[in-house]
């Protein structure tokens, strides 16, 4: 049986690509009563049925999936954060982090709009930049010169399926429009082909860029923790999750716990203040909504 990878879904519509061929296909009628859901990154089985249509008949198994953008099998995210306009926030950032992680997804933070920013502001946003690239995240700026992009993100993109996700304005149409020359478009042809005119309905569809998958999405409209218990909010903090070991308690959450090594960390200064204060504002907000998500689940 042949096999592909969902690029598009649209109207019903999943177009798999199989050796560089795109095969317009139908989910299997039963996939509705089994909750069977195709979604856009699917490695799944068809069989032709017609000149150029087919059936899909299996999903293979997939290593994660997200329901907003409707995407599967990714390997990283391009978090892109402005310096200003909007203004950066590390309380976002780290909600994105988070979310990112707990769907085993690793995280790229992207910096942009360094020429609008004053050195005030630029010195700030570098110094919590260089913090993150110590505790083991990697950040690149792609504010150094447009013609540099491709070849700073190209190594990053190679064999990987990518999704952009950041604020609105932050700068992620203008990142994906520079990349996308690779694929042989032109300005007004890119609008076109993903989707961007004010009357087209917008869709997931997986571009090939620089070797790799890039998914144009409509972006991420849900940073929400229903899936992430308590106990293991932690091990989304990078640095957190290290120093937990050295914590007297097993399960501690660093919150009144005695001998806790992350409030240590936190006092003497090698953990950020701010990120221990946005996982205090991320555990309450656990705690608070988990009793619905039980009841509902």
């Known amino acids: 049986m042949p096999e592909g990878q969902i690029r598009k879904a649209i109207s019903g519509f999943y177009y798999v690509e199989d050796d560089g061929e795109i095969i317009r296909c139908k989910g299997r009628g039963v996939f509705r009563k089994r909750g069977v859901h195709p979604l856009v990154g699917d490695v799944v089985t068809y069989v032709p049925d017609g000149e150029n249509d087919a059936t899909i008949t299996v999903v293979h198994e997939r290593k994660n999936e997200l329901i907003r953008p409707p995407i599967s099998n990714v390997d990283q995210a391009l978090l892109v954060f402005s310096i200003v306009e909007p203004a950066f926030s590390h309380h976002l950032l780290d909600r994105f982090l988070v979310v990112i992680e707990s769907f085993g997804i690793k995280p790229v933070i992207c910096l942009t709009k360094k020429d609008l920013a004053t050195d005030t502001e630029l010195m700030k946003v570098v110094e919590i930049a260089t913090y993150y690239e110590e505790i083991g995240y990697k950040v690149i700026n792609t504010f150094i010169g447009d013609e540099e992009l491709p070849a700073i993100l190209g190594p990053i993109m190679k064999e990987k399926t990518?999704?952009?996700?950041?604020?609105?304005?932050?700068?992620?149409?203008?990142?994906?429009?520079?990349?996308?020359?690779?694929?042989?478009?032109?300005?007004?042809?890119?609008?076109?082909?993903?989707?961007?005119?004010?009357?087209?309905?917008?869709?997931?569809?997986?571009?090939?860029?620089?070797?790799?998958?890039?998914?144009?999405?409509?972006?991420?409209?849900?940073?929400?923790?229903?899936?992430?218990?308590?106990?293991?909010?932690?091990?989304?903090?990078?640095?957190?999750?290290?120093?937990?070991?050295?914590?007297?308690?097993?399960?501690?959450?660093?919150?009144?716990?005695?001998?806790?090594?992350?409030?240590?960390?936190?006092?003497?200064?090698?953990?950020?203040?701010?990120?221990?204060?946005?996982?205090?504002?991320?555990?309450?907000?656990?705690?608070?909504?988990?009793?619905?998500?039980?009841?509902?689940?």
């Open 162 to 297: 990518t999704v952009l996700a950041g604020q609105s304005g932050v700068g992620k149409s203008t990142l994906l429009n520079t990349v996308l020359p690779s694929l042989g478009l032109k300005t007004g042809e890119i609008s076109t082909a993903l989707g961007r005119g004010k009357h087209t309905t917008r869709h997931v569809e997986l571009l090939e860029v620089a070797g790799g998958l890039v998914a144009d999405t409509p972006g991420f409209s849900s940073l929400e923790f229903d899936h992430i218990d308590k106990e293991e909010l932690a091990d989304y903090f990078i640095e957190m999750n290290e120093a937990s070991s050295g914590c007297k308690f097993r399960g501690c959450l660093h919150l009144k716990e005695p001998k806790c090594a992350v409030k240590e960390k936190v006092e003497d200064g090698e953990i950020l203040r701010h990120r221990y204060t946005n996982y205090l504002h991320f555990l309450q907000e656990i705690t608070e909504r988990k009793p619905r998500y039980e009841k509902n689940d």
